[in-house]
């Protein structure tokens, strides 16, 4: 069975420095990678999808992500946090007509 | 509506009671997804609707809980005889279709059982 792995469940950063997020799956197909992210008080929002094709992704708010196929992983950064990125992440992974399988998300905070 | 609707935004039930959970998922989206969210904790998959096509029920934790849709519209999820365990948030999501499509999340309703 597909799952997703999140390793840090909180990371703190400085506004204006730059930001990684871990995500690693483990799926047996060609999986579909997605980022989520939850703010405070909303519902969750599609940041940017992978499917297929290059390898890097772009998506809103300034985010990008990179499928390694190699390292199973699909991490999501950031040039330059902003304080209203502060906010649950989740990455998430499918496949063909598979339910989305969703991480335990990480907690980003940003500090001034 | 412009997005997905679920309703209501919280419930605080007694344990033991029933509880029905509403979702109105965007206007011509074939696809509709419930998804547990417990207290830090990831989304859990609960069941899928798509069109007229049998459920798919594979995530429900026990006979405890059902859900139910009518035609490509609202959406109720029922648990029956509530356990404090089932404390969480409920999120339903709606799409186009299945597999690539991006999901539209609703705000979720938080639900506690004393």
């Known amino acids: 069975a597909q799952s997703v792995t999140q390793p840090d469940i909180h990371i703190t950063v400085s506004e204006g420095a730059s930001l990684e997020l871990r995500c690693n799956y483990s799926?047996?197909?060609?999986?579909?990678l997605f980022w989520y992210v939850q703010s405070p008080g909303q519902g969750l929002q599609l940041l940017l999808k992978y499917f297929s094709g290059d390898t890097l992704v772009q998506g809103i708010k300034g985010f990008e992500a990179e499928f390694k196929r190699s390292q199973s992983s699909f991490n999501l950064r950031k040039p330059s946090v902003h304080w209203s990125d502060a906010a649950e992440y989740f990455c998430a992974v499918g496949a063909g007509n598979t339910p989305l399988v969703f991480g335990k998300g990480t907690r980003l905070s940003v500090i001034a | 509506g412009a997005g997905v609707s679920q309703s209501p935004s919280n419930k605080v039930t007694e344990k033991g009671k029933d509880v029905e959970l509403r979702c109105d998922p965007i206007?011509?989206?074939?696809?509709l997804y419930w998804y547990r969210q417990r207290l830090g904790q990831g989304l859990e998959f609960l069941i899928y609707f798509q069109g007229n096509s049998a459920p798919d029920k594979s995530g429900l934790p026990s006979d405890r809980f059902s859900a139910e849709r009518t035609g490509e519209s609202v959406s109720t999820l029922t648990i029956q005889r509530t356990q404090q365990e089932d404390s969480a948030v409920y999120l339903c999501a709606s799409s186009f279709s299945r597999g690539r499509e991006k999901l539209f999340f609703g705000s979720g309703t938080q639900l506690s059982v004393l």
């Open positions: 206007s011509g989206h074939t696809a």
């Open positions: 799926y047996g197909a060609t999986p579909y």
